[in-house]
């Protein structure tokens, strides 16, 4: 049984704890999988650290819109 599955993304080659869309995971094919196993647990982000809160929180709800929207 999944609970929850800790999201990031990178360059391939290092992994970097990069936001969902900003390295080279196929987001789509992921997002319609887990639909498609009707996958009810929680998707946590596992990112860098980041110095500036307020802008890493606005990006970070972006990037949760367009990665729910694939699903």
Do not use: C
Not at 1 to 10: E, K, T, V
Not at 15 to 32: A, E
């Amino acid at each position: 049984y999944l609970f929850h599955i800790h999201i990031h993304d990178n360059d391939g080659e290092h992994d970097q704890h990069l936001l969902p869309l900003k390295g080279h995971f196929p987001w789509p094919l992921f997002m319609r999988f887990i639909k498609s196993v009707n996958y009810q647990g929680v998707l946590v982000f596992e990112m860098n650290e980041q110095n500036y809160l307020s802008d890493s929180l606005s990006q970070t709800i972006i990037v949760w819109n367009k990665i729910k929207s694939m699903a």
